[in-house]
Structures are given as C-alpha cells and as structure tokens.
C-alpha cells in the first residue's frame, strides 16, 4: 500500500494521512523515509533516465532524495507531497541533461524537422470517425512464436521513440502512460495547463504511434 494514502481513502482523509507523513518525515522518521524511498525511487531513476547517462542516474535521484531531506521544513503542501518530490527529480535532472548536453532540438530530431509530433493529415482519417483519428489500430503481435523478441525490440523501439521526442513530450508521456499519473497530476508537477497537457500528450503519443507503424512496416 502506498505510504500516501489508501484506496478507500477520499480527499480530506488523503490530506491527513499526508498530513501525518510529512510529520513524520520532519521528525526523521527512517522507516518512513526508506518507506518512500521504496515506493518513488524506481520511478525516479526511470524519469532520470531521460535525460542523463546510465552512469550519473543514481547520482541524480540521490540527489533529488537529498534535496527533499534539505526541503521537507519548508514544505508548505501547495501540492501533493509526490508532486514536489517529482518536481525535485525534474529540476535535478534538467540540469545534469543540460550539463551532459543530452537534450535533443526539436528541429533536429529527424532530417527533414517534421518529427516528432507532426503526422501526414492523410494518414489521420478514419472511415468511421472521419480526420484526427488513425485508421486502424498498430496490428498485434500476440500469437507470435517469436513473442520475446517482438517484445523486447517494441521496447526498444517505444524507448528509442522518447528520446527523440521534445522534452515537454517526453515527460507527459511518460508520466501518463509509464508511471501511470492522472492528468492533474501531471499538470501540477510540470506547471502546465490541462489544455498544453493534452496537446503534448497527443502530439508524443502519436509521434510513438508513428514509429511503431515504421517498426511493423517494416518487419
């Protein structure tokens, strides 16, 4: 169960409960600490992940662990005590992104600069639904005698689609559909509005969806 919150919890029983984490946490309490630790740093170094080398991940995420350490007095609960942890990574990653020179241009990410994001308008037409919808859904690969290697190269081709997505992108993407996150959730950690949030989540998806359309294409 998370350290944040249950699922019969509603809102004002998830503010205590938080309320009292962050207490805790204040007092130095270890096995609340190492309780958090456990349920967000997997998460983090993937996050990490998308914008530093392998090698400094772990130095990143330590640093966001000890940057909540230092921040947890000033704390004031304007967001979610997750939002402000992940807000942390983001900084912190930047910054070492930034440092290692690992961002990508946008016009750079292929060489004619129309992708990520940008799809023929022709190939969004649905018999049914008419523009803005695909046509057909990417075929399936289940069934398949050669299912772990079909699946182990669609990772490769997902994870090599988010690196060449814009930054604002890639962490909508990737906080949606990896970690899983509402869409407020996202909103409040990347200081976005709902309507920029749907934008960027539809231009990254669809970017993804293009590039598994190439992978099948081409298989």
């Known amino acids: 169960m998370s350290v944040e919150e249950s699922p019969a919890q509603g809102p004002r029983e998830t503010q205590e409960t938080e309320a009292r984490l962050v207490a805790a946490l ?3 309490d270890e096995s609340t600490f190492r309780a958090l630790v456990t349920e967000h740093h997997q ?5 990490a992940r998308l914008y530093v080398p392998q090698s400094i991940v772990e130095d990143v995420v330590q640093e966001t662990w000890a940057a909540v350490v230092r921040g ?3 704390f004031e609960g304007r967001a979610s005590l997750k939002t402000w942890i992940y807000r942390i990574l983001l900084n912190q990653a930047r910054k070492h992104g930034q440092r290692e020179r690992r961002t990508i241009p946008f016009a750079a990410a292929s060489s004619d600069g129309a992708w ?8 969004l037409v649905n018999p049914q639904l008419g523009p803005n919808y695909w046509p ?16 182990a190269e669609m990772r490769q081709v997902v994870a090599d689609g988010l690196v060449r997505l814009s930054d ?8 949606r559909d990896v970690e899983g996150w509402s869409s ?3 909103c409040d950690a990347l200081g976005i509005s709902s309507v920029n949030q749907r934008a960027l989540l539809h231009r990254g998806r669809t970017a993804l969806r293009q590039a598994l359309e190439e992978y099948f294409d081409g298989a």
């Open 43 to 47: 998460a983090l170094r993937r996050l």
């Open 184 to 186: 407020e959730e996202v």
């Open 72 to 74: 947890l007095p000033a």
């Open 26 to 28: 204040r007092r130095g």
């Open 136 to 151: 057909a859904p990417p075929p399936s690969w289940r069934g398949d005698p050669e299912d772990r290697l079909v699946a």
């Open 116 to 123: 990520p994001g940008v799809v023929d308008p022709a190939r």
């Open 168 to 175: 604002a992108q890639r962490e909508v993407v990737t906080l």
